[in-house]
Every structure is written in structure tokens, then in C-alpha cells.
């Protein structure tokens, strides 16, 4: 079936410290979006990966997609205090109907 | 202006009482949707509107029944409501069913039921 895993489930870090989620897939993907959800909030879109290795960045945002397609990664460099939320990746089996992965919940110490 | 707006906020109700969750969006999208978040934060669909017709209908308890007058509108009315029914509802939208298009999400209805 069409699964997904988002790992870690929970992430806490020092303020200044990197961060990164990872969103693994057991089929293919057509592409992957990745959404941010302030504490409180609603989910936010952030970013879509379409090419095979693609890599995007966004000031201190990196994301990537895998060679095959499969995988996909969520990386901050040096997180502020306004990093914090939950990060979900939104995998596209390509079947009309994006579902999210479980999410990655960020937490910052100061 | 809001683009998907979804009222009411905040709903506290009784087990066994019916409640509505209204909908609206204002960028002209032709598909619009029901996520329902619970206490782990995991994002889950329960439907999919095109232009008013039901193309996705999670295996959803049939106590739900979405209603959309119009491809800007998408209602959610919950019958006998029950206590794991108790999370945040998310209505959204995007511009048409073809998976790629940014979901944009409204703020949510936080629906407790005791």
C-alpha cells in the first residue's frame, strides 16, 4: 500500500541548533509538499519538490527530494525560537488525494 | 480577507447533540476538502468536493455528511456526536483536484465534545 513515515515524531533543540525531518515513502512519488503548523495554528505551505534530487532552499530551509523519489528531507539551519511547530510533509501518490505524514512537532529550549 | 474561512472557532457541546461547521472560500478554487485533526496532531482526510461533487470520502463514519451549495461553500454537519469526535476540524481548497496544488487551509474549529 501507499504508506509513509515522518521521523522523528518529536524534536526538541537548542536555540542555534540544526534540525532536520525526514519523510520516507515505500512507493514512488509524483512530488512532496511541505506544509509548517504554528502551535495553535493551521498548516502552512511552505515548499513542492518535483524533480528526482531536486534541491530547494529558503534562507535557512533546506529541502530536498531523493534520487528516486521516495524520500524527501525537511532541514534548519540554526533555529529560532520561531521555528517552532509542527512540520508535515504531504506526499503525492499521484491518486488525487494528498495525505499528510504524521508530522515532526519542533520544539526550541532558549 | 480571509481566503478559507470556517465558523464557528470554537464549539463545546453535549454527546448525542448535532452540530454544523460552515465553510467558505473566496479564491475561486474548485476543490475544497475536510481534514480532521486529533489530539497528535496527525492530519487525516475525510473528504474531497470538486465543483460540488464528493470525489473522496475517507472511511468516515456516516454520523459526518459534508454538504456543498456551491463550489465556494463546504459544510460539515456531524450527527450524535460521540466523544472521540472531540478535535479540530480543517477545512480547505485548492485550485482544482489535480494532487500538486498548494492546500490552503482555514484556522480550524476546535470541537470538544463532553
Known sequence: GQQVMQIPQYQHVQEGEDFTTYCNSSTTLSNIQWYKQRPGGHPVFLIQLVKSGEVKKQKRLTFQFGEAKKNSSLHITATQTTDVGTYFCAPDFGNEKLTFGTGTRLTIIP | ?114
Open chain 2, 1 to 114: 480577507d480571509t481566503a478559507v474561512s470556517q465558523t464557528p472557532k470554537y464549539l463545546v457541546t453535549q454527546m448525542g447533540n448535532d452540530k454544523s461547521i460552515k465553510c467558505e472560500q473566496n479564491l475561486g478554487h474548485d476543490t475544497m476538502y475536510w481534514y480532521k485533526q486529533d489530539s497528535k496532531k496527525f492530519l487525516k482526510i475525510m473528504f474531497s468536493y470538486n465543483n460540488k461533487e464528493l470525489i473522496i470520502n475517507e472511511t468516515v463514519p456516516n454520523r459526518f455528511s459534508p454538504k456543498s451549495p456551491d463550489k465556494a461553500h463546504l459544510n460539515l454537519h456531524i450527527n450524535s456526536l460521540e466523544l472521540g469526535d472531540s478535535a479540530v476540524y480543517f477545512c480547505a481548497s485548492s485550485q482544482s483536484r489535480e494532487t500538486g496544488n498548494t492546500i490552503y487551509f482555514g484556522e480550524g474549529s476546535w470541537l470538544t465534545v463532553v
